[in-house]
């Protein structure tokens, strides 16, 4: 067969699950099985063919994009496969015009019980979401929207490098899986793109998020439900909504959200910084063990925020939050609030926060006023250490 090659594989620290000890990989070229980079022919057959070959192979394989734009629809590359797999993309994957082609399914590219896997490259996938967005402000019967990439159930993953551009809702999506790094992506939407979070993290352990560049219309990080074990830093967020554990308490059995540390991250002119945020309605889930540290404000409303009334559209079951929140630390938070209140702790009255602990804390308002930032506090409990401003009411 013609349609693969036997190339050496490059002993590189960030493909930790290839290669290292493997002399050879065989590379699987999506032009090769028919896919044509010149932005008009329509090529899912080609990338799905060349999928199915490197999956099938009884050695490591490569898939490789090269430079072009390869026009696809939606994607599933299913596993689980014999071997690891690399997917290189140097090019730009390209989504059809008309929203309603991958708008119809829920995931534009998904892997799917793909374990040892690494996508990279210095290309960009852009599902070019302006259509769907205008669909969605103009209140007309559009489609549910896809994510741009989905890992699901997925194991050991590397996403290194990409951009993600304009996708119709989620930028990068991980759920029910384990080990999975991304860094030094760069994902970009307008600031007024509906539903266009970053990445989202749901029912998975073991995730790092690092080095990347996020600018959305909605949080440049979420974390769902049933996470734990997650590691996030070196972010640069905005435009957005900040970083959001949350929302949380949408159902009466839902797995927590624990262990989680976000670090040495910078916000800039985002609605919020970092947030935990949860319906208020009854509810056994939980949000504990969560370190924010090292972070910089700049011009960001509601940089330190917890929120047990969540209600983005008015629509709000107005009970009170099952959903405990605890053991949560903020420690070198500093920078420049839009909001007077810089810090704002709204908790559930049957389930208050507690174990909240502020460390060197410095944010005052920006405002042409000269008004001072205060700190409000509702149904919360901890303590405060070295110098915080504004003044703490835990």
């Known amino acids: 067969m013609a349609n693969f090659k036997t190339v050496k594989c490059t002993n590189v620290s960030w493909l930790p699950f290839f290669c290292l000890l493997i002399p050879s990989c065989l590379s699987y070229n999506v032009v090769n099985f028919g896919a044509r980079g010149d932005g008009r022919t329509d090529s899912t057959r080609a990338f799905l063919r060349a999928w199915s070959a490197a999956c099938n192979s009884a050695s490591p394989a490569n898939v490789d994009v090269p430079r072009g734009t390869y026009l696809v629809r939606t994607l599933t590359f299913n596993g689980p496969c014999r071997r690891r797999i690399m997917f290189r993309i140097d090019g730009t994957l390209s989504a059809p015009v008309n929203y309603n082609a991958i708008g119809n399914s829920e995931f534009w590219i998904m892997f799917y019980k793909v374990s040892g896997l690494s996508v990279y490259g210095s ?72 539903n266009t979070d970053g990445i989202h993290v749901q029912n998975s352990r073991g995730v790092t998020i690092y080095g990347s560049i996020i600018k959305t219309g909605d949080d440049c990080i979420s974390i769902g439900s049933g996470s734990m074990n997650l590691w996030i830093e070196k972010i640069g967020c905005g435009p957005g909504h900040g970083i959001s554990i949350g929302s949380l308490g949408n159902s009466n059995n839902e797995p927590g959200v624990t262990n989680v540390t976000v670090a040495n991250s910078v916000f800039t002119k985002t609605q919020n910084g970092v947030r935990i945020k949860s319906w208020a309605r009854p509810s056994n889930g939980f949000a504990k063990n969560l370190m924010f540290k090292n972070l910089i404000m700049r011009n960001v409303g509601n940089p330190i925020i917890i929120d047990q009334n969540y209600c983005p559209h008015n629509m709000c079951p107005r009970q009170s939050s099952g959903v405990k929140v605890s053991q949560v630390t903020f420690k070198n938070v500093k920078g420049t609030s839009s909001t007077q209140a810089a810090m704002k702790f709204d908790c559930s009255p049957s389930n208050p926060c507690t174990g909240i602990r502020l460390q060197d804390i410095k944010l005052t308002y920006n405002d042409r006023m000269r008004r001072p930032a205060f700190t409000y506090c509702k149904n919360a409990r901890g303590s405060h250490g070295g110098k915080v401003i504004p003044r703490s009411c835990i």
């Open 123 to 194: 290309g960009a996938i852009n599902a070019k979401g302006h259509g769907y967005w205008s669909c969605r402000k103009s209140g007309g019967s559009c489609p549910q929207g896809a994510r741009s990439i989905q890992f699901m159930w997925c194991n050991n993953v590397l996403l290194r490098g990409l951009a993600s551009l304009h996708s119709q809702r989620v930028h990068v999506g991980i759920g029910y899986s384990s080990n999975v790094r991304v860094e030094y992506v760069k994902i970009i939407a307008p600031s007024g793109s509906p």
